[in-house]
C-alpha cells in the first residue's frame, strides 16, 4: 500500500518517538526525509543522523534525539504543505517560527533550507514543516 504523504508520517514518527522518551527513532529514508534531518542536525534540533541500509535494500533514516534535562530539544513539529494544499510562499513572506526561535524547512530551486537561508538569499518556495 502506498502512503499519501511520507513527509508527514516521518514528522509523526519523530513526535510519537518524543512523547515516548525515546533516544533515536528511524524512518524509511529518501531524499527528502535525509534533507530535512540534516537541517535538524545543522541547526541543533537532533544531535546526529544517519542513513542505515537494511536488509533488502532499503534504506531508513536514524536520528538520535537530543535532551536537555530530562526534556527534548525538539518542543513541536507541524507538516505546513500538504499534499491537497501546497504552501508556496516568496521570500519576503516566509513564515518566522515563535519569532525566530524555531525553523520553517523550505524546498527551493536551490535545494532544502531554513527560513533564514532562503530569506538571505532572497528565493521563496514551499513550505514543507515547521520545528520548535
Not at 514518527?13 to 537541517?39: E, F, L, Q, Y
Not at 537561508?117 to 513550505?127: D, F, L, M, T
Request: net charge positive.
Amino acid at each position: 500500500m502506498s502512503m499519501t504523504d511520507p513527509i508527514a508520517d516521518f514528522l509523526t514518527r519523530v513526535r510519537n518517538a518524543i512523547k515516548a522518551g525515546k533516544k533515536s527513532v528511524d524512518a524509511p529514508a529518501s531524499k527528502m526525509k535525509i534533507g530535512i534531518a540534516d537541517i535538524m542536525k545543522n541547526t541543533h534540533f537532533v544531535s546526529d543522523y544517519s542513513v542505515i541500509e537494511a536488509e533488502g535494500g532499503k534504506k531508513y533514516v536514524s536520528l538520535k534525539l537530543k535532551y536537555n534535562n530530562g526534556s527534548c530539544v525538539i518542543e513541536g513539529l507541524r507538516k505546513v504543505s500538504k499534499p491537497g494544499i501546497r504552501q508556496y510562499k516568496k521570500s519576503d513572506k516566509l513564515p518566522r517560527v515563535r519569532n525566530g526561535l524555531g525553523i520553517a524547512v523550505i524546498s527551493t530551486s536551490k535545494g532544502l533550507m531554513t527560513d533564514r537561508q532562503a530569506r538571505n538569499q532572497n528565493i521563496g518556495g514551499e513550505v514543507i514543516c515547521e520545528i520548535w
